[in-house]
């Protein structure tokens, strides 16, 4: 499977599979919707993510199918000189191969573009109640300085 | 001063008072550079900010003085139903006005207009170095419920 796995932007064809994934997930299940058709809400969301060249939706492939999703924001600061920060979301791996480094294969692929995009940092927050998630993070080389902090509205 | 305080969008003639008070900070004296003329990568950062409808950075004035500056971006995600969500970067207040409610201005400020966008949540992180921070956003209600990783690139 190693040298099979690829990454792409995701069409409007791989939203079903997409939020498949959102779904399959002990806090996705309670936010989102799978249903046929697609509510219309994550179309317009897809749109809006297509329209700015800073916002991608990436999926990783293998063959035909969509076994990972990440979503990549780019997004100019005027902290730390006016730099750039790198921003990530969204990211899930299909059932079927998790435990099979796709998660990781994800997040290094989002580094290299961070880093390409020239960002002088990447960034994502985590829920407290995913203490696997964290750790994944971790070992990836991000570090947990910060706290998130939400406000529903 | 409670009435005379108003809210605008930045302008580039606000961008040396604005470096100022990021670079007034324990933290913020570390990573800016408060030089005359400033360095360009603030004024990239500015334009390119001010080049996107949802990445707006913000002053507080009282008369003809800036006070204080938050930084908020409007991001649509294709979690949570394709909603759309609000961060909070970058708030300072000038020295010479601290504890005198600003920074609750302001950030009541975002949140109203996070809403009037129609974001479900608004969000941002706080270094855990910045205990007292932590407690101002709690009091307005956010709740850290996650940690906030970062990787240096």
């Known amino acids: ?66 076994i990972g999703v990440q979503q990549l924001t780019m997004t100019p600061f005027i902290t730390h000189q006016g730099g750039w920060r790198a921003t990530i979301e969204g990211v899930r791996t299909a059932a079927s191969v998790r435990g099979m480094g796709v998660g990781t294969k994800l997040i290094n692929w989002a580094i290299q573009r961070a880093k390409e995009h020239g960002c002088h940092v990447i960034q994502l927050t985590t829920d407290k109640s995913r203490p696997d998630a964290l750790r994944f993070y971790e070992r990836l080389g991000f570090e947990a300085t910060h706290e998130g902090l939400k406000l529903k509205l």
Request: glycine content about 4%; overall charge negative; aromatic content about 8%.
């Open 1 to 66: 499977m190693e040298t099979e796995i690829f990454f792409r932007m995701a069409t409007e064809e791989d939203l079903s599979e997409i939020v498949a994934m959102l779904a399959d997930d002990v806090l996705g299940s309670q936010r989102e919707r799978l249903e046929d058709p697609l509510p219309e809400s994550y179309l317009r969301a897809f749109h809006a993510i297509s329209a700015d060249p800073f916002n991608e939706l990436i999926v990783a492939c293998h063959g035909n199918k969509v």
